[in-house]
Every structure is written in structure tokens, then in C-alpha cells.
């Protein structure tokens, strides 16, 4: 696999926070993550607790969540402080009012719209009249929205069918499904187990982002906090970077993923962290304006609106 370029040097800089103040009345941090991904490897390592620790923060709760959409739905509540999610949930939180913010951007996560080895679809003029599987209101929506778009086909042009990404793994094993679009490690892991075959990835289309959000309450309470956390996860990320086979062998580790499976998916991510700078909010824009034309969400949303600009920046 091609391991693609790091680039961490202006990004860690702009958000190497202190942190040094104590935390006004908070005894515990919660975290909201998606099984694999830094978080996993920050959580083993124990970072974040050894940081708050120095910060008053008594104890740090990790609460795991299968995809995006409903891990913004606890935070926008507030039943989690910050956590991590691709590129389309915070579009849908935001046009739904959710009381959140953007804190920090990471490159997406390698994605693709994979077929059954002995599948007869050939080319993405084929997807017409198709079921095509996807997790609602998660980055793969996204994928599936701008592959069909790089086919000339429409929304309409295929039948969704929206599943959780373990549900939408028993259908294609199964075969009641023709393809199905997913972020790794399930997409890497259906490459080992089913010989999946990749029809289209996130290398075809325009490029997006993941990202970290935080409460927006949270926030603006806790400035000192949210600092220290996303300078802990910079080190992490700078970390994982230099040691993509000691990243791969932990998060496999944590999760369960057979070892070849994540290092499939550690060697052809892009590791990098940084702020949410105007040219990430422009992407993430142009996403949210395709699904507003789409009727995909209600209304139009201005991304910028829920930029996280803490105090001094």
C-alpha cells in the first residue's frame, strides 16, 4: 500500500496549547469514539487522564459509538464533552440546530464503495438502479453523493439503503445488497474477508476532512480543558505518523481487527491534525451546500457559524 505524505509541522504548532490553568468545577471529561482511530490509541495510552490529571479533572469517561450521527446527537446534548466524526454528521447536526462546534480537522479516513468479488457492476454507470448501503448521515453518505455525481447519475438514479455499518457488513456478506460504501478499518476488513473489490474511493472525489467537536456549552466553559485535550491528541497524531506499524498493532489490539486488516488501513491513511482553517471550512461548505440542494438537509447552513474561535485566537 502507498503511504501517502505527513504533514504535521505548521498544524501541531498552531495548536500546541499550554493548558496550564486549573479547570473551573470539572471532575470528569467525557470522550465519544468510533472504534479504531487515534482516540483508541490515546485512550490505551492513557495521555488524556495524565494531562487533566494536572488540570484538577479527576477522571476521564471513554463512551464508544458505532458511526457519527449519534455520537453528535449525545454531544449536541451534552452527554459527552468532545469526540470524532467524519465529514457529513456535523452537517446534519448543525442543520438541526445541534449545540456544537468544530475544534480541530484531521484528513478523512480512506473510504470506498466496494462490490462482491463476482459482482457483474463494472464500472460506475452500472450503480444505476442499484442498492448501494450506507450509513444515513455519516461521511459515506457524503461518498456516495459525489461518486454517483462523477458517474452522471442522480440520487434517485439508485435505491439507499441505509444501514449501521455492522448491519450493512451482514448484508454484504450475504450478498442482499449490491455494494456498499464504508470507511476503514470495514472497509479494509471486508478486502480480507470477502475479497471485496473497490469500485470508486475517496481518491476520486473531491477531498475531504474529519473532525473533532466539542459541546458548544462545554466549550465556553472549559477553554483550559479543550485545550490540553487537543494538544494531547496533536502529540498522539505526531506520534502515530513515525509509527504506523506500532498504530497499526495497537489499534488492533484495542479493537479486535486482525492485525493485516489495520495495517491495510494505518498505511493508506493520511496522518495529519490541525486547526479548522478557512480552506477546511470551504470543503466542508461545499458538502454542506450539495446536500442542501440535494433536500438532503432542510436548509442552508453557514459551516463558519460553528468554527470554534477560542478566546485570543
Do not use: C
Not at 486482525?258 to 470543503?283: L, M, S, W, Y
Amino acid at each position: 500500500m502507498t503511504t501517502r505524505r505527513l504533514f504535521l509541522g505548521a498544524a501541531l504548532g498552531a495548536l500546541a496549547f499550554a493548558g496550564t490553568a486549573a479547570a473551573q468545577d470539572l471532575k470528569e471529561f467525557r470522550i465519544g469514539y468510533q472504534k479504531g482511530g487515534i482516540f483508541s490509541v490515546v485512550k490505551q495510552q492513557k495521555t488524556i487522564e495524565a494531562r487533566l490529571k494536572t488540570l484538577g479533572v479527576d477522571t476521564v469517561k471513554w463512551i464508544e459509538f458505532q458511526y457519527g450521527p449519534p455520537l453528535l446527537e449525545a454531544l449536541g446534548i451534552g452527554s459527552i464533552d468532545i469526540g470524532t466524526v467524519g465529514d457529513t454528521p456535523p452537517i446534519f447536526a448543525q442543520a438541526a440546530g445541534a449545540n456544537v462546534v468544530y475544534v480541530a480537522a484531521t484528513p478523512a479516513s480512506d473510504s470506498a464503495l466496494i462490490l462482491p468479488p463476482d459482482s457483474p457492476i463494472k464500472t460506475l454507470a452500472d450503480l444505476k438502479g442499484k442498492k448501494i448501503a450506507f450509513a444515513r448521515g455519516s461521511s459515506s453518505h457524503n461518498l456516495t453523493v459525489q461518486i454517483l455525481a462523477k458517474a452522471g447519475l442522480t440520487y434517485g438514479d439508485i435505491t439507499p439503503v441505509y444501514l449501521t455499518p455492522a448491519d450493512a457488513a451482514a448484508a454484504f456478506a450475504r450478498g442482499s445488497i449490491d455494494a456498499w460504501t464504508i470507511w476503514d478499518p470495514y472497509y479494509a476488513i471486508a478486502e480480507k474477508r470477502q475479497r471485496a473489490r473497490a469500485l470508486a474511493t475517496t481518491q476520486d472525489v473531491a477531498g475531504s476532512n474529519s473532525f473533532y467537536l466539542a459541546n458548544r456549552d462545554f466549550a465556553k466553559r472549559q477553554p483550559v480543558v479543550l485545550r490540553a485535550v487537543l494538544d494531547e491528541l496533536a502529540k498522539t497524531t505526531r506520534w502515530a505518523g513515525e509509527n504506523r506499524d506500532k498504530l497499526a498493532a495497537a489499534i488492533s489490539e484495542i479493537t479486535g481487527v486482525e492485525f493485516e486488516a489495520q495495517q491495510i488501513a494505518v498505511n493508506r491513511a493520511t496522518i495529519d491534525f490541525g486547526p479548522v482553517t478557512d480552506a477546511v471550512i470551504a470543503q466542508q461548505q461545499a458538502i454542506a451546500d450539495t446536500f442542501q440542494k440535494l433536500g438532503l438537509i432542510p436548509k442552508p447552513i453557514v459551516v463558519r457559524d460553528a468554527v470554534w474561535r477560542p478566546s485570543g485566537s
